[in-house]
């Protein structure tokens, strides 16, 4: 580094973000008092005015004279006007910093670059780094820490390495780079966290909704298969019982004054003739309708399979048909005499319901039964 000039007799007013109040007060040197008149406010006022600037160039000239001279009378107040005024400054700001500055500006703009925070100060930072003070090169890498780019982080690196001067009041401006690119780092490591953290809850809800979205189609799939299929012996047709007549009462004309009501006889309905199981009478064998059983099966009381099977067949036995449902999906049967000792039908009258799928089909014509599925199915062995 090139030998230092211009170096101040005493700190200008700045203060290590990093370090507490009180070893920033030991380290540094007492302020020169600088007689502060109050600053005009009509720059602030001009400066923001329905979102445009009004800012006169004469009066942004004069802020930048007063960084430096310690005489001037807006120099106590020149960097808050600066940062007051906001980026309509910044052209400004970066006009001043330069390494062939007077080192109090460059100093004191660099500061004021820093609290704006404005990413065109990068440029300009950047080359004011080359200036030959110390307290200069330490200010701009305080405010490289606000002003933070890919640029600004190699320039930081370059001068935690190679950079050996001290300010007057003995800060390391490569031990000061070295702390603000640690911040720099701490704070990218916590915003890369937050966005992995964020990318796997997205993540995770998009896989809870595919495995949601996947069981209901799979629900809705097995139900639209399952959907108008007939399975034989498992699916029957509902049995329709027209409903019987009741008889009609009428008023006799000779009792209309006493308000008595006399019933008149009426024709009845046929009433509808509910079948009851019971012994069968069995058929004349020379009229039998004979037939194999397929396979083992179960033999029911009543046409359907939700009740106890009252007996079992074997594959070969020979039955006789006795009935058929209205379907023609059940067979009332009863086993002949040649059946396998096995098989067997317990009920009163040794006859039991078949599906028409377990047994060869009958060669000739059966009655039809209508059998009530709701009443009690008698015991076979009472």
Same mark, same amino acid.
């Given at each position: 580094m090139t030998s230092e000039r211009e170096e101040p007799t005493e700190k200008p007013v700045q203060r290590d973000p990093g370090r507490s109040p009180k070893a920033s007060a030991a380290k540094e040197p007492p302020e020169r008092t600088t007689r502060r008149s109050p600053a005009p406010t009509s720059a602030k006022q001009r400066a923001s005015h329905d979102g445009r600037s009004t800012v006169p160039r004469e009066e942004l000239a004069d802020l930048i004279v007063a960084l430096g001279d310690t005489s001037h009378p807006r120099h106590a107040s020149a960097v808050n006007d600066l940062v007051a005024l906001g980026p309509v400054a910044v052209p400004a700001i970066c006009d001043a910093l330069g390494p062939n500055k007077s080192w109090l500006t460059v100093y004191r703009a660099a500061e004021a670059a820093g609290r704006l925070g404005d990413g065109r100060t990068s440029g300009p930072l950047i080359q004011a780094l080359q200036h030959p003070n110390s307290n200069v090169r330490w200010s701009i890498v305080q405010a490289l820490g606000q002003v933070s780019d890919m640029r600004a982080m190699l320039e930081l690196r370059r001068v935690a390495r190679t950079d050996q001067g001290r300010t007057t009041w003995g800060e390391s401006v490569a031990e000061t780079? =070295?702390?603000?690119?640690? %911040?720099?780092? +701490? +704070?990218?490591?916590?915003g890369q966290g937050l %966005?992995?953290?964020? #990318?796997a809850v997205v993540?995770?809800?998009?896989?809870?909704?595919?495995?949601?979205?996947?069981?209901?189609? #799979? /629900?809705? +799939?097995? %139900?639209?298969?399952?959907?108008g299929r007939f399975i034989p012996g498992e699916t029957e047709f509902p049995q329709f019982t027209l409903p019987t007549a009741l008889p009609t009462t009428t008023t006799d004309s000779t009792a209309a004054g006493s308000g008595y009501v006399v019933p008149q006889p009426t024709t009845?309905? =046929?009433p509808t003739v509910e079948p009851v199981l019971g012994p069968t009478a069995l058929p004349n064998l020379a009229?039998?309708?004979?037939? #194999?059983?397929? =396979?083992?099966?179960?033999? +029911?009381?009543?046409?359907? #399979?939700?009740?106890?099977?009252?007996?079992r067949v074997s594959p070969?036995?020979?039955?006789?048909?006795l009935a058929r449902t209205a379907n023609s999906q059940w067979y009332l049967i009863r086993l002949a005499d040649d059946a396998v000792?096995?098989?067997?039908?317990? /009920?009163?009258?040794?006859t039991g319901w078949i599906s028409q799928a377990l047994v060869s089909a009958p060669t000739g014509d059966l009655e039809v039964r209508q059998v009530d599925l709701s009443a009690p199915i008698p015991d076979a062995n009472p």
């Open positions: 780079a =070295q702390s603000v690119l640690d %911040e720099l780092g +701490r +704070r990218s490591v916590w %966005e992995l953290i964020k #990318t993540a995770g809800l998009m896989i809870v909704a595919l495995i949601l979205s996947f069981s209901v189609i #799979t /629900s809705l +799939r097995a %139900e639209l298969e399952r959907f009845l309905a =046929q009229t039998e309708l004979t037939g #194999t059983v397929l =396979q083992e099966a179960n033999v +029911r009381p009543v046409p359907n #399979t939700d009740n106890q099977p009252i007996g070969g036995d020979e039955i006789i048909f000792s096995g098989s067997t039908i317990n /009920s009163l009258d040794g």
